[in-house]
């Protein structure tokens, strides 16, 4: 199951940097248990997320299954920051070069990716919209 709106849809990778989207209605990973992270707190979606392909503007990180036990997706920005679009999320999937752990912020993120530890591959065909709330 991946870290990253609905408890019972989980994500199945389908390749090494890919995620396999079953379902064109839906985006294919689920939050569990709080939505995310954004600079190292949870946040949580307001409605269910609805699939938006090719469409995302903020940036959203999703895990595959093997991420580190507690990781969520993660979110470059929320309400209230600069550049918060309503929740128009750009799909990353993140996956580990070495032994996962945890990640909560975009900051992290992208120095786990510097550093080689993980690979951050863009997937368009996964962008959605769902608004979240800190």
């Not at 199951?1 to 199945?12: F, K, L």
């Not at 991420?67 to 580990?96: D, I, L, M, R």
Request: one cysteine or more; proline letters at 11%; a neutral charge.
């Amino acid at each position: 199951m991946a870290a990253g709106c609905a408890p019972d849809v989980p994500v199945r990778p389908s390749g090494a940097l890919s995620f396999d989207a079953a379902a064109a209605s839906r985006p294919p990973f689920v939050f569990p248990a709080g939505c995310c992270y954004y600079q190292g707190r949870i946040v949580r979606t307001v409605v269910p997320p609805a699939s938006d392909p090719q469409a995302g503007i903020d940036n959203f990180y999703g895990f595959p299954a093997g991420a580190t036990a507690g990781q969520k997706g993660v979110v470059g920005v929320a309400p209230g920051a600069v550049g918060y679009h309503g929740g128009h999320w750009k799909f990353f999937a993140v996956t580990w070069n070495v032994t996962p752990y945890l990640l909560t912020s975009e900051t992290a993120v992208l120095a786990a990716a510097a550093a080689g530890d993980a690979t951050v591959t863009r997937v368009p065909d996964n962008d959605f919209k769902c608004p979240i709330q800190p």
